[in-house]
């Protein structure tokens, strides 16, 4: 019937302006209202056993005055919206943001004049990541063939201006290494957690460790 969807939309709006627990809102994420419900469950309580012992409790929850401090457990591999970025492992190759589809990632480096007759390191001059265009997709961390950069554990990320959502290479190195273990499976090998708070050292994210020299004789004289 025309006009019955705009119907069920009004009643939505009237109920959320007349009901008590709409007209308060004086929380933030991630805490939430608690009904009666909610606290006699905390309580571990009867619901009406709870109402009766506490009665001015119960009206608060009516009126969404009681509020319940709560976060919801994160899995350690979320892949939040930040990156954990490892200077000692990066080499600059840029693979990263080769490898960007909407190549948000931006890196400009320069000789360093250090380890010559290695190769010659690189210093990181620049290093951005627009935050504000990034879908999440992790191609830049299943690209890097050091580990370098990993997905981050956080998500409250939100800015008030445009520009704030870019990252540049000081905020990267002062940021907490807390990596999310999304595609770095030696992290979950290594029980590795960053919901837990523990920071990773550049020493423990990589995949590849100096074989032994009795692992080199068993591989290549031992054969």
Known sequence: MYGLGITKGLVVTMKNLVL??????????????????????????????????????????????????????QDARFRGQEFAWFEQRCTGCASCAKYCPLGIIKIVTDTSGVNYQE????????????????????????????????????????????????????????????????????????GYDPMKGDKASWTQVGRHEKPSTEDQKDNWVNR
């Open 119 to 190: 190769g010659q390191s690189y210093d990181i001059e620049v290093f951005d990541i627009d935050m504000g265009r990034c879908m999440y997709c992790g191609l830049c961390v299943e690209a890097c063939p050091y580990d370098a950069l990993h997905m981050g554990s956080g998500f409250e990320e939100g800015q008030y201006k445009r520009d704030d959502l870019v990252i540049d290479v000081n905020r990267l190195k002062k940021a907490d290494k807390k990596p999310s273990t999304w595609f770095r499976p030696q992290l979950t090998d290594r």
């Open 20 to 73: 008590p627990s709409r007209q308060f809102n004086i929380y933030q994420y991630p805490d939430r209202k608690a009904n009666p419900f909610d606290l006699a469950k905390l309580s571990n309580t009867n619901p009406v056993i709870f109402m009766f012992k506490n009665p001015i409790r119960t009206i608060k929850s009516l009126i969404g005055l009681e509020i319940i401090k709560e976060r919801i457990p």
